[in-house]
């Protein structure tokens, strides 16, 4: 019969024809993370698996293979072939982090922000983790750090909505003594994301804000300072977002 997509015939011409096996791989990846077509990469990957392969290969087979579990909500399946993974190559970041994102979707706090610190020991830069790693601490209580690990996944990668909401959720608990302006601006920006409804996180903000110069100023601009107006947080917001 006919090979199911020319990505599938590829990849198994790789896999048969060369000794090399970053071209399987990356075909598997493909139809998972562009295609989503699970069946086909799982396909693969079994065929991949029926072969003698060096340690770090098999343990990649295993990962995407995982990855795709965790793309169908499977997540013990997920975690039981992520950690056939680590059994071998136990000092992997991105192992490690996924092994924290799913602990992280079942509930199992410490257990992924033990896998989330180990991952970010060994790459300080992987803007995933230290979300999940923020959302696992504000679960666990605790929202300062929350909202120290979701500013280093802004600084990482500003245009991703995802960090931005993190970091709006780790405000809903915090009380501010102070600020400074690397956080000031990130506030801010938190106001003028387009995902973010500003009713949602005003009232933190502004906890945060009063103890900058600029947010009497703002008070006065909305005119929510006189006690017969009340407090107008939608001007606020309006006015905060419109601070270059």
């Known amino acids: 019969p006919p090979p199911p997509s020319s990505v599938v ?4 011409r790789c896999v048969y024809e060369t000794g090399f096996w970053d071209a399987p791989l990356e075909r598997i990846e493909i139809l998972i993370e562009e295609f989503q077509d699970i069946a086909e990469a799982f396909a693969l990957a079994d065929e991949l698996l029926g072969r003698p392969l ?7 087979v295993y990962y995407l293979k995982a ?26 970041a991105a192992y490690l982090a996924f092994e924290g994102q799913i602990l992280l979707d079942l509930g199992r706090l410490d257990g992924a922000r033990t896998s989330l610190d180990r991952a970010l020991a060994l790459e300080p830069d992987l803007p995933d983790a230290h979300n999940n790693l923020g959302n696992a601490l504000k679960d666990l ?9 979701h500013r280093r996944a802004i600084f990482l990668d500003p245009q991703n909505d995802l960090f931005w909401a993190g970091l709006a959720s780790s405000l809903e608990t915090l009380s501010f003594a102070s600020i400074d302006d690397n956080l000031y601006q990130d506030l801010l920006h938190l106001v003028e994301r387009p995902t973010v409804r500003p009713s949602y ?5 502004i906890n945060a804000l009063r103890h900058h110069p600029d947010f009497s100023r ?3 601009l909305t005119g929510s300072g006189q006690p017969e107006d009340g407090f107008n ?11 270059p």
């Open 54 to 60: 060096e340690p770090a290969v098999e343990a990649e």
């Open 201 to 205: 996180v005003v009232r933190p903000i």
């Open 141 to 149: 209580g605790k929202p300062g750090e929350a909202l120290t690990q």
């Open 67 to 92: 990855k795709g579990l965790y793309y169908q909500d499977d997540l013990e399946p997920a975690l039981f072939l992520l950690r056939r993974a680590l059994q071998t190559h136990p000092d992997v």
């Open 218 to 220: 703002i008070v006065e």
């Open 9 to 12: 015939w590829w990849a198994r």
């Open 233 to 243: 947080y939608g001007n606020v917001a309006e006015h905060l977002s419109a601070i």
